[in-house]
């Protein structure tokens, strides 16, 4: 009978309530991503530690041996799927100096002491370097993080989504906190979000008003429909739908005119969109050759899938094979291409920094 009722009303509405409530967005903690010290895809190291102390592998410095056994484990694993082994790569994503500080030293010490003005950790070689450059520069406000170090991040963290090693929301705030700081040190522009349009205390009243209509409407028609009883066909119903329809045409006129009425206004209040950046002839020609290319090779395919299909079986390992040798040029220079394209646009509104909104 409930499921009826649900019908019944699906039909007389012809669709759920226009005007629902968002959910509150958390926003995004102030742990900004750069400080993470272990790669993101690694999970969260254990909660309960033994109180010793030893040297941890992967250049991680000193902690428990508990931290030290989950360290060599996740080595190991990346070790097995191919990753870089930590020993020739830091994960630990490198700052970047001010300009006028120079290169930093060539040759370092081994060992690893907390850096001064918030730069992390690194040789006391690095250190003492440092600490000179700020008592001759001053305190640079940020530090800045280098663009290669952000793209690695955000590949690490989608890869650790995908994992299912931390959650999207997990991976949204980190990612929020990296693009803000990226943002705030001038390497990457943030798209300028039109406002959203203040609606009036008056229209506000209105989708009040329009609320109590409909629920009005649900309530009279699931009336209408318990009174069939629980034996009542799905004809019987649409019939008894439908004269209620019938019956209270001025209602649903009065929601629908409304519903316009609202949209209307909310609409005229609306900000004006920014306009897009305009694409240069350069850049348009580039775009138009990549269609070609990619249409091209669409109609390749297509003609590959025909063979296919009349195909036997071992005629068609031969054809896929031939078709991969055949045109595996033409798939990897539109791969570039399609790359060098998209980094052009994307210099149209953003620098040097990666682009994070793809989560």
């Known amino acids: 009978m409930k499921k009826l009722i649900v019908l019944a009303f699906t039909l007389l509405l012809?669709?759920?309530?226009?005007f629902?409530?968002?959910?509150?967005?958390?926003?995004?903690?102030?742990d900004s991503l750069t400080d993470a010290k272990f790669p993101l895809h690694w999970g969260k190291p254990p909660a309960a530690q033994t109180k010793d102390l030893v040297d941890l592998p992967g250049r991680f410095g000193k902690g428990s041996s508990t931290l030290a056994r989950w360290i060599k484990e996740n080595i190991e694993e990346d070790k097995a799927n191919g990753k870089k082994p930590l020993v020739e790569r830091d994960p630990r994503p490198k700052p970047r100096f001010p300009v006028e500080w120079g290169s930093p030293p060539e040759i370092?010490?081994?060992?690893?002491?907390k850096l001064p003005g918030r730069?992390?950790?690194?040789?006391s070689t690095l250190a003492i370097w440092i600490k000179e450059k700020i008592e001759e520069h001053g305190m640079p406000e940020k530090p800045v993080l280098d663009p290669s170090d952000a793209r690695r991040i955000e590949k690490e963290t989608l890869q650790a989504v995908r994992e299912g090693k931390i959650t999207k929301e997990e991976a949204r705030k980190k990612l929020d906190a990296l693009r803000k700081d990226m943002a705030d040190n001038g390497q990457r522009k943030r798209p300028q979000r039109p406002q959203k349009p203040e609606i009036s205390d008056e229209v506000k009243a209105q989708i009040d008003a329009v609320k109590d209509l409909e629920k009005a409407l649900h309530t009279e028609?699931?009336?209408?429909?318990?009174?069939?009883?629980?034996d009542a066909t799905r004809e019987e119903i649409k019939a008894t739908v439908e004269s209620f329809k019938e019956s209270n045409k001025?209602?649903?006129?009065?929601?629908?005119e409304a519903?316009?009425?609202?949209?209307?206004?909310?609409?005229?209040?609306r900000p004006e969109k920014p306009e897009r950046p305009e694409l240069t002839e350069d850049l348009k020609a580039k775009v138009d050759a990549l269609h070609a290319k990619r249409k091209e090779m669409h109609e390749a395919q297509k003609?590959?899938?025909?063979?296919?299909?009349?195909?036997?079986?071992?005629?068609?390992?031969?054809?896929?094979?031939?078709?991969?040798?055949?045109?595996?040029?033409?798939?990897?220079?539109?791969?570039?291409?399609?790359k060098e394209v998209k980094e052009e646009i994307r210099s149209l509104v953003e620098t040097e920094a990666t682009r994070t909104s793809d989560l």
Request: aromatic content about 4%.
């Open 14 to 18: 012809g669709g759920p309530l226009l």
């Open 20 to 30: 629902s409530e968002k959910p509150v967005q958390e926003k995004p903690d102030k």
């Open 108 to 113: 370092q010490l081994t060992d690893v002491v």
């Open 119 to 123: 730069f992390g950790m690194g040789s």
């Open 221 to 230: 028609i699931k009336e209408k429909v318990n009174e069939l009883g629980k």
């Open 250 to 256: 001025d209602r649903f006129e009065e929601i629908k």
């Open 259 to 269: 519903h316009t009425a609202i949209r209307e206004n909310i609409e005229a209040n």
């Open 303 to 338: 003609e590959l899938h025909q063979n296919l299909k009349e195909a036997s079986k071992e005629e068609r390992e031969v054809l896929i094979t031939a078709f991969k040798e055949a045109n595996k040029a033409k798939h990897e220079e539109i791969k570039t291409q399609a």
